[in-house]
């Protein structure tokens, strides 16, 4: 099995075990070979530690570091605490066995809680992958850094450090018709003596992000300039430095879908450089307009799934709903799922892009709402 194949095994294990989250771990994946950053926004209970957890343990002789961050978090928590048998010989050395420094995946769990004490050397762990504490300097080993919050944050301060993290993914509770699947996932995953992990080794890892640094991007070069001018006049700050790190966002999507050269479906990664949650859709649009130009037998699935809905499935998923309601015999509890899927698929309707269409639906869903609550 090839490292390309060893690490796609992984990923669509953490996807069976984590039901509704496949974007999610797709863009773990993009991340650990583009060796960038990764932020998780969203509320408790959405699964982002047991994600990573999940994805670190399938790393062969990897370590994972995992810490949630208070305000009062001090360096030596993530970092270490001085060496005392150093100390005592007059050398300030970081005894950092089974901390930050020495772990392949870490993972800060509400990163934004982050203080002054920790924030110069965790921007430099971020940024440049080393660990710099007094005279002391080391290289970091990790495969990659994981932040997650579940609010963006308010102080400007703290807007270098989400500047860290290249990569920027919506996490929030899966859809209503999942939950069953969700359930019986979530069973085997708390009986974890039923789990055999599929490894990949971080030597591997560590070779395919060598390879994505040869992936050829001529062929995109001029589309992907187009693509910044275009996010930028939409008031989406692509600075010089992250138009460039870009680049190895592409790189991945397109190793780990078996190509040498990257395709204009690879640009599906960029939806994820968002500052804040309202400019979600304006790059969606923008990038998915650029996507629907090309159909390729080997774009990475994720450049399709997030394209608008189709208007006629949908459309039947709304009647197929009105006709349940109809039902006299559902109960209580079969009616609340009825209404938080008639939600999730009045949302998925606002990104319908042919106008007479989506009011037509909307005025199918609209409809249904009266009708429920003339039942009440």
Same mark, same amino acid.
């Given at each position: 099995m090839t490292n390309i194949e060893q690490l796609n095994h992984v990923l669509q294990f953490v996807k069976n075990t984590f039901v509704g989250k496949d974007a999610i771990i797709d863009l773990l994946g993009i991340a650990l070979i583009a060796k960038e950053n990764a932020f998780l926004l969203?509320?408790?209970?959405?699964? #982002?530690?047991?994600?990573?957890?999940?994805?670190?343990?399938?790393?062969? %002789? %990897? #370590?994972n570091f995992e810490y949630l961050l208070t305000r009062f978090t001090e360096p030596n928590e993530i970092f270490g605490p001085f060496d005392i048998r150093k100390l005592k010989e007059g050398d300030l050395v970081t005894n950092t066995e089974g901390m930050l420094p020495e772990a392949s995946v870490v993972f800060l769990d509400e990163i934004f809680n982050a203080n002054s004490a920790i924030l110069n050397s965790l921007l430099m762990a971020l940024n440049e992958k080393v660990f710099r504490r007094g005279k002391e300097t080391r290289q970091l080993p990790a495969l990659m850094f994981v932040g997650?919050?579940?609010?963006?944050?308010?102080?400007?301060?703290?807007?270098?450090?989400?500047?860290? =993290?290249?990569?920027?993914?919506?996490?929030?509770?899966?859809?209503?018709?999942?939950?069953?699947?969700?359930?019986?996932?979530?069973? #085997?995953?708390?009986?974890?003596?039923?789990?055999?992990?599929?490894?990949?080794?971080?030597?591997?890892?560590?070779?395919? $992000?060598?390879?994505?640094?040869?992936?050829?991007?001529?062929?995109?070069r001029q589309e992907f300039i187009q693509l910044v001018h275009h996010l930028r006049n939409a008031g989406i700050k692509v600075s010089d430095r992250r138009a460039?790190?870009?680049?190895?966002?592409?790189?991945?999507?397109?190793?780990?879908?078996?190509?040498?050269?990257?395709?204009?479906?690879? =640009? /599906?990664?960029v939806k994820y450089i968002w500052d804040t949650e309202?400019?979600?859709?304006?790059?969606?649009?923008?990038?998915?307009?650029?996507?629907?130009?090309?159909?390729?037998?080997?774009?990475?699935? $994720?450049?399709? =799934?997030?394209?608008?809905?189709?208007?006629?499935? &949908?459309? #039947?998923?709304?009647?197929?709903?009105?006709? @349940?309601?109809?039902?006299?015999?559902?109960s209580f509890e079969d009616k609340?799922?009825? @209404?938080? $899927? &008639?939600?999730?698929?009045?949302?998925?309707?606002? /990104?319908?892009?042919?106008?007479?269409?989506?009011?037509?639906?909307?005025?199918?869903?609209e409809a249904l709402w009266k009708s429920m609550l003339q039942t009440l």
């Open positions: 969203g509320p408790p209970g959405t699964a #982002k530690s047991a994600i990573i957890r999940t994805l670190s343990q399938c790393i062969d %002789g %990897g #370590k997650a919050s579940n609010q963006l944050p308010e102080d400007e301060a703290l807007n270098a450090l989400l500047d860290r =993290f290249l990569l920027r993914i919506q996490c929030n509770y899966v859809a209503p018709d999942l939950l069953d699947a969700v359930l019986t996932a979530g069973w #085997k995953l708390e009986n974890k003596t039923a789990i055999e992990y599929p490894l990949i080794t971080p030597t591997a890892i560590q070779d395919l $992000q060598k390879k994505a640094k040869t992936i050829d991007l001529s062929a995109v460039v790190k870009l680049q190895n966002l592409l790189a991945a999507s397109a190793l780990i879908s078996s190509r040498k050269e990257a395709i204009l479906s690879d =640009f /599906w990664v309202e400019q979600v859709e304006i790059i969606a649009g923008i990038v998915d307009t650029l996507i629907e130009k090309e159909s390729h037998p080997k774009a990475h699935p $994720q450049a399709l =799934f997030n394209q608008s809905p189709n208007p006629e499935k &949908l459309l #039947k998923e709304v009647l197929d709903l009105s006709e @349940k309601w109809q039902d006299e015999s559902l609340n799922l009825i @209404k938080d $899927q &008639l939600r999730h698929l009045q949302t998925r309707c606002n /990104w319908i892009q042919h106008q007479e269409h989506k009011v037509h639906i909307q005025h199918q869903i």
